[in-house]
T-cell receptor, first 107, second 113 residues
Framework: DAKTTQPNSMESNEEEPVHLPCNHS???????IHWYRQLPSQGPEYVIH???SNVNNRMASLAIAEDRKSSTLILHRATLRDAAVYYC????????FGDGTTLTVKP | NAGVTQTPKFQVLKTGQSMTLQCAQD?????MSWYRQDPGMGLRLIHY???????DQGEVPNGYNVSRSTTEDFPLRLLSAAPSQTSVYFC????????????FGPGTRLTVT
């Protein structure tokens, strides 16, 4: 099973960009990279996903390394409401989530 | 569109009791999954299903049974509850294929005494 590795925690100041890294060195050629986040006392919610090219949506951007062994979730301007646990996973629906990165946003 | 619904929201069981956690989705999704989340940890996959009549084990299947007789429903059965099964349980669904996102239910908080 392809695994991902993320830092346990990160901090950011409000209104500043945040770059959340994820390593997935055993990714296979058909694995999509998915990001979810979990707000306190809620279920995870989808953020973004991609295969090879960088992706943008209204919530975030996803930058994927050329060799696909790592990716970075970019929140362009962090708000207090972005404080959550962020998970990077492969093979959505068939994979365990790791422990994710706990993002703290300071006012 | 109710999305993914889970019942009950809270449950307390005594050791050795059995129960079924219900999960339903109205989006006609082929894939459904069950996860458990212990305090301070990520979600661990218990069982998943890629369609009616098809189920497979995840990382932590022991003590749990599932079946998928319809596309809409994916119940999780605890056969003989143990304190180690105290956790929050999430159900999720998605369209067939890895390029689609999962939709999660609100969770069931289970305590086994």
């Amino acid at each position: 099973d392809a695994k991902t590795t993320q830092p346990n925690s990160m901090e950011s100041n409000e209104e500043e960009p945040v770059h959340l890294p994820c390593n997935h060195s055993t990714i296979s050629g058909t694995d999509y990279i998915h990001w979810y986040r979990q707000l306190p006392s809620q279920g995870p919610e989808y953020v973004i996903h991609g295969l090879t090219s960088n992706v943008n949506n209204r919530m975030a951007s996803l930058a994927i390394a050329e060799d696909r062994k790592s990716s970075t979730l970019i929140l362009h301007r962090a708000t207090l409401r972005d404080a959550a646990v962020y998970y990077c996973i492969l093979r959505t629906g068939k994979s365990t989530f790791g422990d994710g990165t706990t993002l703290t946003v300071k006012p | 569109n109710a999305g993914v619904t889970q019942t009950p929201k809270f449950q307390v069981l005594k050791t050795g009791q059995s129960m079924t956690l219900q999960c339903a989705q109205d989006m006609n999704h082929e894939y459904m999954s069950w996860y458990r989340q212990d305090p301070g940890m990520g979600l661990r996959l218990i069982h998943y299903s890629v369609g009616a009549g098809i189920t497979d084990q995840g990382e932590v299947p022991n003590g749990y049974n599932v079946s998928r007789s319809t596309t809409e429903d994916f119940p999780l059965r605890l056969l003989s509850a143990a304190p180690s099964q105290t956790s929050v349980y999430f159900c999720a669904s998605q369209r067939r294929g890895d390029s689609y996102e999962q939709y999660f239910g609100p969770g069931t908080r289970l305590t086994v005494t």
